[in-house]
T-cell receptor, first 115, second 115 residues
Framework: AQSVSQHNHHVILSEAASLELGCNYS??????LFWYVQYPGQHLQLLLK??????LVKGIKGFEAEFIKSKFSFNLRKPSVQWSDTAEYFC?????????????FGQGTTLQVKP | EPEVTQTPSHQVTQMGQEVILRCVPI?????FYWYRQILGQKVEFLVS????????KSEIFDDQFSVERPDGSNFTLKIRSTKLEDSAMYFC?????????????FGPGTRLLVL
């Protein structure tokens, strides 16, 4: 079965620090990859997604992610975090065998940015 | 910007009672989903719905669960006889009719507590 693993459950950073959140998936075929964010009290919203083309994907709010097929990874990065980036971050995948768009989520990473 | 809405935001019910969770997807979307997140666990896919029928469902989505699109705007999840383990946050999502890589837009969730 497809699965997604996020290595960091809780990350604490100071403002201006660089961020990298790990995400690995298990599916070996064609995948669509997503990072969603949930700010406190708000709903899940899309940060960025990859489905083909350039493996370096840029998203909203200065986030980017790199798809490395050989490592089954899709790590999220931001060069300089802000206090407003405090949120929960979810990596998700749609395996190529699913034509319904069923998202398989990782367990999430809580990011706390200290001002 | 159009949003997915969900009602109620919180629901408390007694074990064995029926609950109906309501969602209003974005108006031109054609694929609809329910996910849930038990406290401290991953967001899990429950069911996808397209063209007035279930297109995919998970093992969690047993006979106690049903979905319906009773009119042109609402999308409901019914739990016939709630169990303690149904306590979770339930998220509705919708997307356009393009391929599975189309972005899913999530509602704010309904927090269900079964006593």
């Amino acid at each position: 079965a497809q699965s997604v693993s996020q290595h960091n459950h809780h990350v604490i950073l100071s403002e201006a620090a660089s961020l990298e959140l790990g995400c690995n998936y298990s599916y070996g075929g064609t995948v669509n990859l997503f990072w969603y964010v949930q700010y406190p009290g708000q709903h899940l919203q899309l940060l960025l997604k990859y489905f083909s083309g350039d493996p370096l994907v840029k998203g909203i709010k200065g986030f980017e992610a790199e798809f490395i097929k050989s490592k089954f990874s899709f790590n999220l990065r931001k060069p300089s975090v802000q206090w407003s980036d405090t949120a929960e971050y979810f990596c998700a995948v749609i395996g190529g065998s699913s034509n319904t768009g069923k998202l398989i989520f990782g367990q999430g990473t809580t990011l706390q940015v200290k001002p | 910007e159009p949003e997915v809405t969900q009602t109620p935001s919180h629901q408390v019910t007694q074990m064995g009672q029926e609950v109906i969770l309501r969602c209003v997807p974005i108006s031109n979307h054609l694929y609809f989903y329910w996910y849930r997140q038990i406290l401290g666990q991953k967001v899990e896919f429950l069911v996808s719905f397209y063209n007035n029928e279930i297109s995919e469902k998970s093992e969690i989505f047993d006979d106690q669960f049903s979905v319906e699109r009773p009119d042109g705007s609402n999308f409901t999840l019914k739990i016939r006889s709630t169990k303690l383990e149904d306590s979770a946050m339930y998220f509705c999502a919708s997307r356009l009719a393009g391929g599975p890589q189309e972005t899913q837009y999530f509602g704010p969730g309904t927090r269900l507590l079964v006593l």
